[in-house]
């Protein structure tokens, strides 16, 4: 056992600043796309519900493709397809574009929920006293929208945050890229991946715990 | 090369990964299921304090740390100290055991939706404890979560995809090798992304068949 903890003791001063950095990239990485999948499924949602049939036929199709493809698959045809055809990223703004790409099919669904959620009388009623079109959606309804969604969006946000471990794989240096650079020094993947992990639990527990914190006053 | 004749060189590459996909997904899908429904018993029907605590800490683990990380874990951290699992063993396992975490809150909130008088009924008209649990609230819980389960079952599909990492020999893997040794990036990554889509199609169809046959009866 002592074995085992050692490592901790003797070389925690060199790994600490490490892991610190690449906890700063994950986040960064996760919060990103996070911002950019809920304007993305925003914008899907809205299409889906739009008078225009190819436009709501054009959301369903993207909805259903993306919830088939694995993630790892849209990141590398992103990363290393698109360059083929002359299109090129550098693999953080890949990793963030692939992650918002494939969150915001989630996201959107959930916005449809709860837009459908809230009566209609209400952008009926905001227009009637003079707010505009515009106004009585982002003032009215949603805000209701996103009290209604909050905790399935957090839960969204954490799912996020552990597929970001993915962007390792098209060489972003974030957690598990890091994790694997120091296994290799080290010679100490147990401790090391052990130390990775719970590096992704500190980050994402609280918003796990959050997610339950709000979810019962929804129901 | 004709672009016929380089695609179906690709697909033929396929093959031999398609079989271990499908080996994992479906081992990885019977080993959570199974694992979930045992903790979610335990969970919900035991009086043990102790155990409560330790399922919750091991949901909690499972599911707040990504699943590249537990693989790491399992595969080269393992085998650093002794314990050398093959590559597909540790998909597997580490899958299943995720797995486990999550469809145990399926199950839990699967008898959590039951009305309490179920069980009063059933201890009141003379079934012992043990045939409440298996014959009276077990079918009824299980069609709640059934729907729950298959999104699972998919998104399970998907993520064996991440198991390439530890050279398992899936689809993702061949891509990767095949991608290096021909540079057909664009050509055999969206023709993963085909093969995934594809793949999905039946466990769909298998989900929706068992929602028609027992999903829960509309009210």
């Not at chain 1, 990485?29 to 925003?42: K, N, P």
């Not at chain 1, 692939?98 to 009388?121: H, S, T």
């Not at chain 1, 009215?140 to 009290?147: D, E, H, N, T, Y």
């Amino acid at each position: 056992m002592s074995d085992f903890i050692e490592p901790y003791f003797e070389y925690g001063k060199e790994w600490l600043p490490l892991l610190v950095k690449a906890m700063g990239t994950t986040a960064l990485l996760s919060v990103s796309a996070f911002a950019l999948s809920l304007v993305f499924g925003l914008l899907l949602a809205l299409c889906r519900n739009a008078p225009s049939r190819a436009l709501s036929h054009f959301v369903t199709v993207y909805v259903s493709v993306v919830r088939g493809v694995p993630l790892l698959a849209i990141l590398f045809l992103l990363y290393f397809g698109l360059p083929g055809i002359g299109i090129t990223f550098d693999a953080f703004t890949g990793a963030v574009l692939g992650l918002a790409f494939a969150f915001a099919a989630q996201v959107a669904e959930l916005f449809r929920a709860g837009l459908m959620a809230i009566p209609k009388g209400q952008r009926e009623a905001a227009l009637a006293v003079g707010f505009t079109p515009f106004q009585s959606f982002t003032l009215i309804v949603l805000p209701q929208v996103v009290r209604i969604i909050i905790a399935p969006l957090i839960v969204t946000f954490v799912s996020l945050l552990k597929d970001s471990s993915l962007a390792s794989l098209i060489t972003v240096n974030e957690l598990v890229l890091t994790g694997r650079a120091m296994a290799t020094e080290y010679f100490l993947p147990l401790q090391i991946y052990l130390a990775v992990g719970l590096c992704y639990f500190f980050i994402a527990w609280p918003f796990s715990l959050l997610s339950r914190r709000l979810a019962p006053a929804v129901g | 090369m004709s672009g016929l004749s380089t695609f179906i060189m690709v697909l033929e590459g396929f093959l031999g990964g398609v079989g271990v996909t499908v080996l994992v997904t479906l081992a990885s899908l019977v080993l959570g299921v199974a694992l979930g429904f045992g903790l979610a018993l335990l969970r919900q029907f035991g009086r043990l304090r102790a155990i409560h605590f330790l399922i919750d800490a091991y949901c909690e683990i499972m599911r707040n740390i990504p699943a590249l990380t537990h693989l790491f874990i399992l595969y080269f951290g393992l085998a650093s100290i002794g314990f050398r699992l093959s590559a597909i063993a540790a998909a597997i396992l580490g899958l299943g055991l995720i797995g486990g975490a999550v469809t145990c809150d399926l199950f839990r909130s699967g008898f959590a939706a039951l009305p309490n008088g179920q069980r009063e009924a059933a201890l009141a008209v003379g079934f012992t404890p043990f045939q409440t649990i298996f014959e009276i609230l077990t079918p009824q819980a299980l069609r709640i979560a059934l729907p729950s389960l298959g999104n699972y079952a998919v998104q399970l599909l998907k993520d064996t995809s991440i198991v390439s990492a530890i050279a398992a020999p899936e689809i993702m893997f061949y891509a990767r090798s095949m991608v290096t040794s021909s540079f057909q990036t664009t050509l055999i990554y969206v023709t993963v992304a085909g093969l995934y889509l594809l793949l999905g199609l039946p466990l769909m169809q298998a989900i929706r068949f068992l929602e028609s046959r027992y999903g829960r009866l509309k009210a």
